[in-house]
């Protein structure tokens, strides 16, 4: 008798386990991916399990933080550069140039390296050290500015565009504005994916909600869950303080007071990417630090996630609005990036206490604060 490999023995325990579940499909990531473009967007929908149990509703996060940048704004960078190649705006050996609080720039960095092109970042010079240091290890020329308001000539979009005119063979992609690069990924690639995942589940989708920054991904998932669903989705958008949006869908005005700890969301204006799609909304959440600081260590303790200050207001408001839907209703948010690129401020005492933070944490959360 011949005697059998271990493999083969292995393979053969296996087979029964197959046959029980015949419906099993591959993953879509099971199969290779082209590049780092490639590996961009297909990201899972995350239960948000204390949330959902807590409400009796189905609050689910849109993986976003699992894109090869690790955040929502790589479909943007490659809808960008893809619309520059696509328009002749840039031709091999270029340059992108871009005014980014940092995440598209993440993007941009990766998708710039990966198709041969140099990268120049005008930012805000609010932003988080994480940020910039990780623009600078992945090529790119980064130039931190004094964050003024857009309409002042020396805001870092205005310095972004006048770079690209001093260059040969350079494209400012104007993320803002251009709606047929950002906000047109995301009616290809992100609203179509979460129409198709919920709607594998009994009783589809209820509802949709997100803050926005250039807005692009709240214009184009919302355009997309509307035209799919005929205009049964609920859609919604969460608000930072210092933000005129949610003035704006609620009461039709551009008010805005204050700040937020929130880094890459918030805005004063209604952009481009924004105007076609803002009609289309049924309502807007405002959400304050003090809800989104306890809900980034609340996801922490509960549900073992680490996420960015956008991601946990989104899941503020996302909460919110399965309670305004009802019991077993189901709502989608988007998990932006994780708390990585943030932590030296997040988990550090110093800093929460300058944003009069600390105090609002409940003693059970204090050992997660770390620095
Ligand atoms: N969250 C984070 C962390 C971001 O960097 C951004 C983009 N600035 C957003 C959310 C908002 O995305 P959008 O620009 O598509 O509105």
């Known amino acids: 008798m011949r005697s059998t ?34 590996a961009i967007g297909n990201t899972p929908l995350i239960r948000i399990n204390s949330l959902s149990n807590e ?15 690790g955040s929502v704004k790589d479909r943007a960078a490659w809808g960008l550069v893809k619309w520059a190649e696509e328009n002749g705006k840039i031709k091999p050996g270029g340059t992108i140039v871009e005014g980014t609080a940092g995440n598209t720039g ?42 003024v308001a857009f309409d002042n000539p020396e805001n870092y979009n205005h310095q972004a565009k006048r770079h690209a005119e001093r260059l040969d063979n350079a494209a400012w992609v104007n993320q803002f504005d251009n709606a047929a690069g950002n906000r047109q990924a995301h009616i290809d690639t992100t609203g179509p994916e979460i129409y198709a995942q919920t709607s594998l589940l009994p009783g589809g989708l209820q509802g949709f909600i997100c803050s926005t920054g250039t807005g692009g991904t709240l214009a184009g998932i919302t355009h997309s869950l509307k035209q799919q669903s005929g205009g049964k989705i609920q859609c919604w958008l969460a608000d930072p303080p210092g933000s005129c949006l949610e003035s704006y869908v609620n009461r ?11 880094e890459g ?11 076609p799609d803002i009609k289309y909304l049924d309502g807007a959440i405002h959400v304050p630090d003090a809800k989104t600081i306890r809900m980034i260590y609340h996801l922490l303790h509960e549900d073992g996630l680490y996420f960015g200050a956008s991601t946990a207001l989104n899941v503020v408001a996302a909460k919110e609005l399965a309670v305004k839907l009802g019991k077993g209703s189901r709502v989608v948010t988007i998990l932006c990036d994780g708390a990585y690129r943030y932590q030296s401020r997040l988990f550090s005492k110093k800093w929460l206490e300058s944003k009069d933070l600390y105090k609002e944490l409940p003693e059970h959360l204090l050992k997660y604060v770390a620095l």
């Open 5 to 38: 490999t271990v493999l083969q023995r292995a393979l053969r325990a296996s087979r029964p386990l197959q046959q029980a579940y015949p419906a099993l499909q591959p993953h879509p990531h099971s199969l290779p991916v082209n590049g780092f473009v490639g």
């Open 55 to 69: 409400t009796g509703c189905e609050i689910l996060g849109k993986a976003e933080f699992m894109n090869p940048g």
């Open 106 to 147: 993440i993007g941009l960095a990766h998708v710039c390296r990966a198709r041969g092109y140099k990268c120049v970042i005008y930012m805000p010079n609010t932003q988080s050290q994480e940020k910039i240091d990780l623009l600078r290890m992945l090529g790119a020329e980064v130039h931190p500015v004094p964050a």
């Open 252 to 262: 039709g005005t551009l008010d805005r007071e204050g700040g937020s700890i929130t």
């Open 265 to 275: 969301i918030g805005q004063g204006r209604i952009t481009d990417n924004l105007s």
